[in-house]
Nanobody, 128 residues
């Protein structure tokens, strides 16, 4: 059974930092084969792409809103992907989800519905 478990969310203040984790288990293939993307959904808004890490040591990708503030990284031994979020703003308040797809991340960024597995999300609230 594949599980993606996000953690690290919480209540914080403008300008603070948080590091989200996405721990993955149960995949049929090597974790390094999977691209991992972070999305978020704020109350009353549609889900949006935040950042992604390509498979096999590939590129990283960022939404404009995340560039310069967020950093995505992974530890293949721990089967975990991280999202370091710095200089947080109230508009970063959302539920953050991770999603994976083998041999793909650009496709997931373009169309999240093609992701193979999703986590349940972790809440991030940034107060002003």
């Amino acid at each position: 059974q594949v599980q993606l478990v996000e953690s690290g969310g919480g209540l914080t203040q403008t300008g603070d930092s948080l590091r989200l984790s996405c721990a993955v288990s149960g995949l049929a293939f090597a974790f390094s084969d999977y691209g991992v993307a972070w999305f978020r959904q704020a109350p009353g808004k549609e889900r949006e792409f935040v950042a992604a890490d390509g498979w096999g040591g590939g590129d990283t990708y960022y939404a404009d809103s995340a560039k310069g503030r967020f950093v995505v990284s992974r530890d293949n031994d721990k089967k975990t992907v991280y999202l370091q979020m710095n200089s947080l703003k109230p508009e970063d308040t959302a539920v953050y989800y991770c999603a994976v797809k083998r041999w793909g991340v650009a496709q997931v960024i373009a169309d999240p519905t093609v992701a193979t597995y999703w986590g349940q999300g972790t809440h991030v609230t940034v107060s002003s």
